[in-house]
């Protein structure tokens, strides 16, 4: 019922930056929070930063302070910008969307993920 799109991932050095997008769509009557996740090949998908419906944000501390969540101009899209991009920052990066549908029941929706490599 909300559909949930990532886009901006691809191949950048060490030391680089690189912007993702999300954006939510469908029979959504408010969105209480979202969020950036990441999984590593072998490794659980883990929470990079999150935020919520009024502004205040949450950060893994492998990456406070190079990366920086917020929000659009539109509420229904969330941009995380990466900076210091390291090695480890390699993974699938999944966008996560939660809120309140207009049925009135709660939704927890996933994007497709997209892929950022760190390498030189």
């Known amino acids: 019922q909300v559909h949930v799109v990532e886009s901006g991932g691809g191949l950048v050095q060490p030391g680089g930056s690189l912007g993702l997008s999300c954006t939510a769509s469908?029979?959504?009557?408010?969105?209480?929070?979202m969020g950036w996740y990441r999984q590593a090949p072998e490794k659980e998908r883990e929470l990079v930063a999150q935020?919520?419906?009024?502004?205040?944000?949450t950060y893994a501390d492998s990456v406070k302070g190079r990366f920086t969540i917020s929000r659009g101009d539109a509420q229904n899209t969330v941009y995380l910008q990466m900076t210091s991009l390291k090695p480890e920052d390699t993974a699938v990066y999944y966008c996560?969307?939660?809120?309140?549908?207009?049925?009135?029941?709660?939704?927890?929706?996933w994007g497709q993920g997209t892929q950022v490599t760190v390498s030189s």
């Open positions: 935020i919520i419906t009024y502004g205040s944000t």
């Open positions: 996560n969307v939660v809120g309140v549908t207009t049925n009135y029941r709660s939704f927890d929706s």
């Open positions: 469908g029979s959504i009557f408010r969105i209480n929070a």
